[in-house]
């Protein structure tokens, strides 16, 4: 590991009709990044050759690293550990940066004494733009309470010194989704986050092939799971922890009325009873 090298991980499953675009958005930087690592998640597509291509033409070092199909959790993960830099940055291979990102970013974090800085996006949905709601324009600072209701950092926009993941454990390779409302929870409460609030990130969604969309019904049993994991973990304060079991409770209302409603009313009871424990 090097001090300020910057590492970028692009996980990937099955996504070869995107992934040259995110590739290319990283090459094209106008400050380059130390190294690319391209993490695939067992895809089944030509996305070895793709890479193994664009990497022989880069002046860059691109490296292509392979694991049977385990999730975007362990895909990250995977990149963190064989990651060379001191600076890590991520990208979703159906997402692209914006020409300067990481220059500007990067020096927004070197100037701070934060561990790690998220920026503002650009919403696509099917190629065209989407405009954003006020409840997910990206917060600043101490970010525990936005947080808790929604996961409000995405992860392309994400540049993060490893000492985050030295301090905070890696993201939770048991969930199939929501790992990164997990994490930015365990973060969030003892850390600050620096925000660049421009739309450096170029976020491609609407499509089916998505966690988002495939795993929609039923999700928030996996950002219950967060919270209780977190509360359970004795680190919140006294008000943080307050903030937690409501939005515990809120989001168990949710979910277990939802439950009964659809005739799983063993299901809906248990999560109506789990706030009572805190």
Known sequence: MKKNLLSVIIPTYNRRSFLEQAIRSVLDQSQPCDELIVVDDGSTDTTKGLVRGMAERS??????????????????????????????????????????????????????NCLVSHTGEKWLRRGRHLNQKRRHQPPDGYIFAACLRM???????????????????????????????????????????????????????????????????????FRIRALVNLLDRGVLNSGQYSQAVQELRRKCAIYGNGCIKHGRIEEGRKYLAMPEKY
């Not at 694991?67 to 993960?77: I, K, L, P, S, V």
């Not at 973060?187 to 929609?216: A, M, W, Y």
Request: aromatic share 8%; net charge positive; glycine share 6%.
């Open 59 to 112: 002046a860059i070092p691109v490296r292509y690293l392979y694991q049977e199909n385990r999730g975007a959790a362990a895909a990250r993960n995977l990149g963190i550990r064989e990651a060379a830099g001191d600076l890590i940055c991520f990208l979703d291979s159906d997402d692209r940066f914006v020409a300067h990102k990481l220059a500007v970013q990067k020096r927004v974090l070197e100037e701070s």
């Open 151 to 221: 996961c409000v950092v995405g992860m392309s926009t994400v540049l993060a010194r490893r000492e985050l993941f030295q301090r905070y454990g890696m993201f939770d390779q048991s969930l199939p989704c929501c790992e990164d409302y997990d994490f930015w929870l365990r973060v969030s409460c003892r850390e600050q986050f620096r925000l660049v609030p421009q739309p450096l990130t170029i976020k491609n969604g609407g499509r089916d092939d998505q966690l988002s969309v495939i795993h929609r019904r039923g999700m928030d049993r």
